[in-house]
């Protein structure tokens, strides 16, 4: 019985299709180096595209969650050299015993070159935008020059970086081009750097484990070549998720516990409701459907795993940031089974690919770039900026979220509505937060007050314009 064929492995049309890439183009340029230039430039237009969708949303005061405020706290706190306590979360809560994603200790010098929330965002378009130039170059080897381009233009503006550049920083932006890195050198056949780079995976998020022991197996089952590295990853992988998962997180939380297995359903609820299954079918559709012959797709897996079987909404469809991670698997399961078809089957397969995000375009988040009203600076800019004048620099300020992250520059932070014991020095609201629903505190003063058990008049009005108010003890 012959052996498997190895993930890496290309029959006679794509080593035809490698040949043929170390001839030059048309226009006299060698294939080798346009395979370098082309995905270069689709790196520095997607970063391009995702910073600036950011800075417009930083202008016009655009804080579609907290973690934006949550990392730049943490940000902050490694800056500092110290331990990522984050007072949003609560008092003394360390953000190591939320989720487990030491690779963050990178922020630490960005945030000391550029002390701002906005720094995160743009560190995220440029992860986003580096992990397309391993997978369009591969593209461009494997596909030729203009399906290949198509098909890492696919990639880095894909439905998944669209959305979670639109929610704004998480950890996740550092799996993103580890894993675009780990499979590309993979389909080279580079199988020891392959789980090298997989193996960072297990230091961006405690469930990335997962799939890192998810593509040792891959790697294990395909061939004996490269059997013992296989399974030396998955038990690297599944021994980090163990240890993070059960030992370090309860370890370091607050409540010793793990805090998300609350969230978990019955098996039943993996199949409904039909918004994970059109999430399924538009990963099916970026792989060009022909990924689903590849093993490589099993490292959607894991993560798919836990997301149907949360009881979070925002985990089942294409929005939010949960789908990132699994836009390198798609496009590298593609290149792993296009370059065996014909010509017009692999033109096919990248149509779709790019057909997924194109037919959602209104809808995506990077349409907001040619709409000249997301260009307009808002009315509410400048009583923003006048609000958190008013607080004193060093200040400890409980505020909602609109301002969250623009504070952590200068103050302590904490969340109007978390579990904090600490009374602060000021309190900043905006009416128009949604965290307030319909019903914003009509004072600022009397809410603190209240909230916080002071005798009335304790905190004192200090500021009130364009939706903002400020009281302060």
């Known amino acids: 019985m012959p052996e498997p064929r190895p993930v890496a492995a290309r029959d006679d049309s794509a080593g035809d299709i490698a040949r043929a890439d170390c001839d030059d ?28 969708l950011s800075t417009l949303q930083w202008r016009t005061l655009q804080a579609p969650s907290w973690d934006l405020g949550i990392f730049s706290e943490l940000a902050k706190a490694y800056s500092r050299l110290e331990a990522p306590i984050v007072p949003i979360k609560g008092d003394d809560v360390n ?80 799996g993103v081009p580890i894993l675009a890195m780990s499979l590309t050198r993979l389909l080279r056949g580079k199988v020891l750097s392959a789980c090298i780079w997989g193996g960072l995976l297990v230091f961006v998020k405690e469930d990335l484990g997962l799939t890192v022991l998810m593509l040792g197996l891959v790697i294990a089952l395909r061939g004996r070549a490269h059997r013992l590295e296989g399974i030396g990853l998955a038990l ?22 793990y805090d998300y297995t609350d969230n978990l359903g019955s098996l039943w609820e993996v199949f409904v409701p039909l918004d994970k ?60 089974v296009a370059p065996r078809l014909r010509p017009w089957n692999r033109a096919v397969a990248v149509i779709a690919s790019l057909g997924v995000t194109a037919m959602l375009a209104g809808s995506m988040p990077l349409a907001d770039l040619v709409r000249p009203a997301s260009w307009e600076p808002t009315w509410r800019a400048e009583p923003a900026r006048a609000a958190m004048e008013a607080v004193p620099d060093g200040a400890t300020v409980a505020t909602d979220i609109t301002l969250m992250s623009p504070l952590v520059t200068d103050h302590d ?59 302060c003890r």
């Open 25 to 52: 183009t048309d226009d006299g340029t060698p294939r080798s180096a346009v395979s370098w230039i082309i995905p270069v430039l689709i790196a520095v237009a997607a970063t391009a595209a995702y910073g600036t």
């Open 95 to 174: 953000l190591l015993g939320d989720h487990f994603h030491p690779i963050l200790v990178l922020l630490g010098p960005i945030w000391a070159i550029w002390p701002s929330g906005l720094a995160l965002l743009w560190t995220q378009a440029a992860l986003f935008g580096v992990s397309a130039i391993p997978l369009a170059r591969l593209a461009i080897e494997r596909l030729g020059t203009v399906t290949g381009t198509l098909a890492g233009i696919a990639y880095a503006f894909s439905f998944g970086l669209q959305s979670a550049q639109d929610v704004q920083f998480h950890e996740i932006a550092f």
């Open 236 to 257: 690297w992988g599944g021994g980090w998720f163990v240890l993070s998962t059960f030992v370090i997180l309860p370890l370091l939380n607050t409540a010793g516990q």
């Open 277 to 336: 299954w059109q999430t399924v079918v538009m990963l099916v559709l970026l792989a060009g459907c022909v990924g689903l012959r590849s093993p490589l797709m099993a490292l959607m897996l894991p993560t798919l795993a836990w997301r149907f079987t949360g009881t979070v909404e925002f985990y089942w469809d294409w929005y939010w940031h949960y789908n990132a991670v699994l836009m390198p698997i798609a496009l590298a399961s593609l290149l792993d």
């Open 413 to 471: 932070v904490q969340w109007t509505h978390g579990p904090n014991r600490r009374v602060p020095q000021c309190v900043l609201t905006d009416q128009y937060a949604f965290s307030w629903g319909t019903a914003p505190p009509t004072s600022t003063a009397a809410w603190a007050d209240e909230h916080y058990g002071q005798a009335p008049g304790t905190f004192t009005e200090t500021f009130a314009d364009g939706g903002f108010a400020v009281a």
